[in-house]
């Protein structure tokens, strides 16, 4: 069964970066598309990039577009999310996924491993 450690959350100035990490153990992730899903308070939790390795296809959401860069470290078995330019609405815990299939409208019903999440706050 799949496991990540999430990490890289942390508290920033707007504006700033940050630099997310979910690493596997215990299996590859050559065989899912991961993905990155963020859950701010009150509202809906919504996904934000995702990558396939198969056809090395990438996904990201309108609102990131531009400012977050999704990749991935074979090596390393991992998959980072680069966040630059950022901004207070991108406050929110994020949570990184696995899923056997590449869906650009990112269903989380598709999604059958979840790390625990990692906090991101980004002040004014």
């Known amino acids: 069964q799949l496991q990540f450690v999430e990490s890289g959350g942390g508290l920033v100035q707007s504006g700033g970066s940050l630099r997310l990490s979910c690493a596997a153990s215990?299996?590859?992730?050559?065989?899912?598309?991961i993905g990155w899903f963020r859950q701010a308070p009150g509202k809906e939790r919504e996904g934000v990039s995702c990558?396939?390795?198969?056809?090395?296809?990438?996904y990201y959401a309108d609102s990131v577009k531009g400012r977050f860069t999704i990749s991935r470290d074979n090596a390393k078995n991992t998959v980072y999310l680069q966040m630059n330019s950022l901004k207070p609405e991108d406050t929110a815990v994020y949570y990184c996924?696995?899923?056997?299939?590449?869906?650009?409208?990112?269903?989380?019903?598709?999604?059958?491993?979840w790390g625990q999440g990692t906090q991101v706050t980004v002040s004014s």
């Open positions: 215990g299996f590859t992730l050559d065989y899912y598309a």
């Open positions: 990558i396939y390795n198969s056809a090395r296809s990438t």
């Open positions: 996924a696995a899923s056997g299939a590449f869906i650009p409208t990112m269903p989380t019903t598709t999604y059958i491993y």
